[in-house]
């Protein structure tokens, strides 16, 4: 059961003044390289983003290793600064491999506490130089079975809907083993592993459906009956290679889950703040009757609405980030409120972007439906907002619920 008050320092949902530098400047950054037609040229292109960008991304701003220790060439900032720039990526819609490389699959690394494997892949994803994604990380049962080969594990099976699972040059996948779940490495190849991009509503975030066939694969997390690895928060190192190993991977796997849902919970919240700017300027400018349409009582009163839920979704999605930031075992309570908040706040404020613009909202012309888009493949990207409510009653369990009901009602 967890605690009703969690114990996060105040400060920690506050914005620093680096943070607020590295948000200028990302915000400046992206409206000079990033724009809507830049954005529709790039989804033309085989890797579906600029990747010019990209490598700028990382080498002249150190987005993609900032949450990176600097012992694996990231520059050892937390998670919230990560956030920071997932917000202002999710505002501009930027669609380079963000989420599926720098946070799922970099977690992932971090999580499993592999020495060997955080020091072969991490240096890359933090220079920008390798993409990255995870396979298999939501399934109950996994679709991907590992054996041993006559030069070590292969993988078989499949995943679906894999995020950048056409393109990333590394995948971590969740595969099963007869001793449970375990995590691997795969860097896959065309003889062995067949990748086949999926038709999806959002197509600034592409997916794929990635099947193994005998593909190599190196076990992260295992000792191989060495020594102990170093776990981290949520996982466990093992002696010998078998028992623990998948309780330690299911456990990296989950907090990677959770880490990703906070991440995406910034996009959204950045996404949701560039619709009602972009509303808001409209409907100051567009005249109806002789007057602004923002004038109009009933303008103002959904433009108001937007708003305060804009408001509580910074809130949800301040504290996922600051426990993310800190390895809180609030983790699983913030994101998985953090997720429905933010889910049904993106989908609102894209909802009035198009209503609101008129005519000319409901064009393939104008950016709007490129929002509505990615607001509606966000919001199950990572489980339904049903879902998470589900989950958010199991972890907070009947005890509390019973203690709240009679904190309410002294007499019931």
Excluded: N
């Excluded at 809180?328 to 933010?342: D, G, I, K, M, R």
Aim: negative net charge.
């Amino acid at each position: 059961m967890h605690r009703r008050h969690p114990e996060i320092a105040p400060q920690l949902l506050s914005e620093t003044e680096e943070q607020r530098q590295l948000r200028t400047v990302l915000r400046d950054f992206y409206a000079e390289t990033s724009g809507v037609e830049e954005l529709r040229t790039h989804l033309a292109t085989p890797r579906g983003y600029d990747e010019a960008l990209w490598a700028r991304l990382a080498r002249e701003i150190g987005v993609h290793g900032l949450a990176v220790p600097e012992e694996y060439g990231g520059s050892g900032f937390t998670f919230a600064e990560l956030a920071v720039a997932l917000e202002e990526s999710g505002r501009a819609l930027y669609c380079g491999p963000l989420l599926p490389t720098v946070v799922l699959a970099a977690h992932a690394l971090l999580l499993s506490g592999d020495r060997t494997a955080c020091e072969r892949y991490l240096p890359r994803i933090a220079d920008g130089t390798l993409t990255a994604t995870v396979a298999g990380f939501d399934a109950g049962v996994p679709g991907v079975a590992a054996e041993r080969g006559s030069g070590g594990w292969v993988l078989r099976g499949q995943a679906d809907f894999v995020l950048d699972g056409a393109g990333a040059e590394l995948i971590l996948v969740r595969a099963g083993t007869p001793a449970g779940p375990r995590l691997f490495a795969c860097e896959p190849a065309p003889d062995s592993c067949r990748r086949t991009p999926r038709r999806v509503l959002d197509e600034t975030r592409r997916q794929a459906l990635v099947e193994f066939r005998g593909a190599p694969a190196t076990a992260v997390g295992e000792a191989d009956g060495t020594e102990g690895t170093e776990g981290t928060e949520g996982t466990k190192g093992t002696a010998d290679g078998t028992e623990g190993t998948a309780d330690g991977a299911e456990g990296a796997v989950s907090a990677t889950l959770d880490a990703g849902r906070a991440a995406l919970a910034a996009e959204q919240v950045g996404g949701s703040g560039h619709a009602l700017d972009a509303t808001v300027a409209f409907v100051a400018q567009r005249h109806q009757f002789g007057r602004p349409i923002g004038s109009f009582q009933a303008i103002k009163h959904r433009l108001a609405d937007v708003l305060v839920a804009l408001e509580a979704a910074r809130s949800a999605s301040a504290y996922a980030t600051a426990c993310v930031a800190v390895a809180s075992p609030q983790l699983p309570v913030a994101a998985c409120a953090a997720a429905v908040v933010c889910s049904e706040t993106f989908r609102l404020a894209t909802a009035e972007y198009v209503q609101l613009h008129g005519g000319i909202g409901f064009t393939w012309e104008h950016p709007a439906h490129l929002y509505v888009r990615r607001a509606r493949g966000a919001e199950v990207l990572f489980g339904t907002a049903d879902q998470h409510r589900a989950r958010l009653a199991g972890l907070v369990g009947p005890a509390t619920r019973t203690a709240a009901r009679t904190a309410t009602h002294p007499a019931a």
